[in-house]
C-alpha cells in the first residue's frame, strides 16, 4: 500500500498552487461580498489547461482520472478561495462525464474543446424544487416534434452558474412515469443551448458562496435538436450515475480541503492571541478541538482517496464514494466550526474569514445528496437492510 502522491501527481498541487496562491484573501473577499464571479481565476484554470483534466486527451484534455481531479480540487478549496473556488471550476470536472462516455464522436469534438479551453461555460439541469432527491419524479418534458427534435417544459432548481452559462446539460422525462417499467426509465439527457429566450433563470439567494450564482430556472417551449440528445432516448438517468461517484469523491475532498484550511487558520490564530498573559494555544480547551479537527480530516481525506482509487481501477466504488462524501462534509464542517469558535467574537467577523469558511461549509452536507439517504444507501447495499425509502 502506498499513500504517497506520485512525482506526476505532486507536480499537480504544485501547479495548481501557483496559480491559487496568487488570488489572496482580499480577492475572494471582494468576490463573495460583490456577489461576483471569480472571471480571473477561472481564466487562469482555463489558460493551464486544467478544466480539462479528467477529459480525453484527444479533445484536449489530460486524460487523467478522478484521483488526479481530487487532487486538484483539494489543493483548490484548501485555499482562501475555498468552495467559491472550487465551485467556479467543479462542473468541469464531472458535469461532462455523460458526453464523454455517451457521447457520439462528433458530439465529443464540437462541444469538449470548448469547455476544456474555457470558451464556454456549463451549468447542471437535473434537481427541481418538487422532486428533490428523487430524480426520478422529475416533471420536465421533451417532447418529439416534428423533424426528429424536441420541446421542452419545466423547471429546474440549483442550477449554479446559470446567470452566465452556455450551454446546460438538461435531464428531461420522455415517457410519463407510469408509462414506464422502472421508475429510472423514460428520462432523456440533452446537451444544449441555454436560450434565453425560452429559459428564464431567478438568482438564489443564499446563506453563503455568493460569488457563484446558483439559480432557479424556468424553461418554456424549448427547442432541442435530436443531435443534442446524448446517448439513447429514455436511458438519461442511467448516464448520469456514470458521474455520481466522482462527484460525491470530489465533494468530500473539496469539503476536506476548506476544513484543513479553517484549521491551519485556527492553529495560526491560537498561537498568536495572548489573553491573561498566554497564548490561547496553551490551553487544552483549545488544544484539543483543534488537534481532533486534524484527525477527522485526515481520516476523511484518506477515505476520498481509496474510493477515487478504486474508481479508476474500475471496481465498485459507490459504498466508499458515499463515505468519502458523508465524511469528508462533516469534518470539513467541524473543524469550520472549531475555527470561528477558536477565533472567539472575532471568528464572527469578515476580516478573519472564518466565518465565511464556515458558511460554504454547510455546502458538503446538503448536497448533492444528504447525509441520510447516503446512510440509507449504506445501511440496504452494505448491510444488507431493507429498502427504507
Known amino acids: 500500500m502506498d499513500f504517497g502522491l506520485r512525482a506526476d501527481q505532486e507536480a499537480i498541487r504544485e501547479a495548481i498552487g501557483r496559480i491559487i496562491d496568487g488570488f489572496d484573501d482580499r480577492y475572494w473577499l471582494e468576490r463573495e461580498t460583490t456577489s461576483t464571479f471569480p472571471d480571473a481565476f477561472h481564466a487562469e484554470i482555463a489558460k493551464g489547461g486544467w478544466l480539462g483534466i479528467a477529459m480525453p486527451v484527444e479533445y484536449g484534455g489530460a486524460g487523467l482520472g478522478v484521483t488526479e481531479a481530487a487532487i486538484m480540487m483539494h489543493r483548490v478549496a484548501c485555499s482562501p478561495g475555498a468552495q467559491s473556488a472550487a465551485s467556479a ?9 455523460p458526453i464523454v462516455v455517451h457521447g457520439t464522436d462528433a458530439q465529443k469534438q464540437e ?48 442550477t449554479s452558474t446559470a446567470q452566465r452559462a452556455d450551454k446546460i446539460m438538461l435531464l428531461t422525462r420522455t415517457t410519463p412515469i407510469e408509462q414506464c417499467k422502472k421508475p429510472q426509465d423514460g428520462l432523456t439527457l440533452f446537451y444544449t443551448d441555454l436560450d434565453r429566450r425560452h429559459i428564464e433563470v431567478h438568482l438564489i439567494h443564499k446563506m453563503g458562496r455568493h460569488s457563484v450564482d446558483s439559480n432557479q430556472i424556468f424553461i418554456d417551449a424549448l427547442p432541442i435538436p435530436a443531435e443534442h440528445r446524448i ?82 481501477g474500475g471496481k465498485p466504488c459507490g459504498p466508499e464514494a458515499n463515505a468519502a462524501k458523508l465524511l469528508g462534509g462533516r469534518a470539513g464542517y467541524e473543524s469550520c466550526v472549531r475555527a470561528v469558535m477558536t477565533h472567539g467574537g472575532m471568528g464572527y467577523a469578515q476580516e478573519f474569514h472564518v466565518e465565511r469558511l464556515l458558511r460554504e461549509s454547510m455546502i458538503a452536507r446538503l448536497a448533492p445528496i444528504s447525509e441520510q439517504l447516503i446512510l440509507c444507501n449504506i445501511a440496504e447495499r452494505v448491510l444488507g437492510q431493507p429498502k427504507s425509502y
Open 231 to 312: 446517448g439513447e432516448e429514455g436511458k438519461g438517468f442511467r448516464y448520469l450515475l456514470d458521474g455520481l461517484n466522482p462527484e460525491r469523491v470530489l465533494v468530500g475532498i473539496e469539503a476536506v480541503g476548506i476544513g484543513q484550511h479553517a484549521l491551519d487558520r485556527a492553529a495560526r490564530y491560537a498561537r498568536e492571541r495572548h489573553v491573561f498573559g498566554r497564548a490561547i494555544g496553551q490551553n487544552q480547551s483549545i488544544q484539543h478541538p483543534l488537534a481532533e479537527s486534524w484527525v477527522e480530516l485526515e481520516a476523511a481525506y484518506y477515505a476520498c482517496m481509496r474510493a477515487a482509487w478504486l474508481y479508476d
Open 89 to 97: 471550476i467543479h462542473i468541469n470536472i464531472f458535469g461532462p462525464h
Open 111 to 158: 462541444w469538449l474543446p470548448a469547455l476544456i479551453e474555457g470558451r464556454q461555460r456549463t451549468c447542471f439541469g437535473v434537481t427541481e424544487p418538487d422532486a428533490g432527491l428523487d430524480t426520478t419524479r422529475i416533471k420536465t418534458r421533451a417532447e418529439r416534434v416534428a423533424g426528429g427534435g424536441y420541446v421542452v417544459h419545466g423547471q429546474k432548481i440549483w
